[in-house]
């Protein structure tokens, strides 16, 4: 079991940068392959961006490719997202989640925390 807890949301000019974290609670955070996910107002949630459990393997939705940027510090038991060149469609309340292993399905979640890009 493992409990997450995002943070470094806000509002910010279209252009800017953000860096969302996500600690998490529990035992073998480094087993544990992490995730951003986004949902907008009326939209589905969106994958936004993965890394492995060992860190060696990043995956970025098309959207946020070249502009975003994950990493995480096992040490910290913290998953980041470097957020650049925001764009007012990047507005969205943004979940951490976390899978065991290399398993296809995340199974924990934040609450999320909310971004808003002003145009």
């Known amino acids: 079991q493992v409990q997450l807890v995002e943070s470094g949301g806000g509002l910010v000019q279209a252009g800017g940068s953000l860096r969302l974290s996500c600690a998490a609670s529990g035992r073998a955070f480094s087993s544990y392959g992490m995730g951003w996910f986004r949902q907008a107002p009326g939209k589905e949630r969106e994958f936004v961006s993965s890394i492995r459990w060992s860190g060696g393997l990043t995956d970025y939705g098309n959207s946020v490719k070249g502009r975003f940027t994950i990493s995480r510090d096992n040490a910290k038991n913290t998953v980041y997202l470097q957020m650049n060149s925001l764009k007012p469609e990047d507005t969205a309340v943004y979940y951490c989640?976390?899978?065991?292993?290399?398993?296809?399905?995340?199974?924990?979640w934040g609450q999320g925390t909310q971004v808003t890009v002003s145009s």
């Open positions: 989640a976390a899978k065991i292993g290399d398993s296809l399905r995340f199974s924990y």
